[in-house]
């Protein structure tokens, strides 16, 4: 992925600049909340 990814989850209060970052190279997809990055089971997961 990037390499700076790591360490968004513990620079919350640069979590702005970073995010700024990401978004103007292209990479809405992983630009998310770091309160969000952790692993979340899909509906269908639950089921399995």
Do not use: C, K
Not at 1 to 14: E, G
Request: net charge negative; no cysteine; proline share 8%.
């Amino acid at each position: 992925m990037v390499p700076s990814f790591a360490h968004i989850a513990y620079r919350a209060t640069d979590w702005d600049t970073e995010r700024s970052w990401l978004l103007e190279r292209g990479l809405f997809v992983i630009a998310t909340n770091p309160t969000e990055l952790q692993a979340h089971p899909e509906p269908g997961e639950l089921r399995a």
